[in-house]
C-alpha cells in the first residue's frame, strides 16, 4: 500500500499556479520568475502534484507565529 504523502503532517500544501496567477504573483512580486526560490521537479511532491519545469508553485505552511505562511517556488 502507497503512502499519500501529500496527506503527512509535516507536508505544507503544494498548489500549481495556472500561467495566469504565476503573472500576477510575479508581477505584485515585482521580480522575474528566475528570481524566485527553486525546487527540484524530482521532488517527491513536486512529482506527486505533477508539476513540470517552469510551473510556479504556492507553498501555504501553518506558523505558530502568522498562522499562514505562503512562499513561491519555480520548478527546474
Keep these: 500500500m502507497k503512502k499519500d504523502i501529500l496527506k503527512h503532517k ?3 500544501d ?6 495566469t ?4 504573483v510575479v508581477k505584485q512580486l515585482n521580480i ?3 528570481q524566485l526560490p527553486k525546487i527540484k521537479s524530482d521532488d517527491p511532491v513536486v512529482k ?3 508539476a513540470k519545469s517552469g510551473d ?5 505552511r501553518k506558523s ?5 505562511f505562503v512562499t513561491y517556488r519555480l520548478v527546474l
Excluded: D, F, M, R
Design 64 to 68: 505558530h507565529t502568522a498562522g499562514k
Design 21 to 24: 496567477e504565476a503573472g500576477k
Design 10 to 12: 509535516l507536508v505544507p
Design 48 to 50: 506527486e502534484i505533477g
Design 56 to 60: 510556479i508553485l504556492k507553498i501555504t
Design 14 to 19: 503544494h498548489i500549481i499556479l495556472s500561467k
Design 32 to 34: 522575474h520568475q528566475e
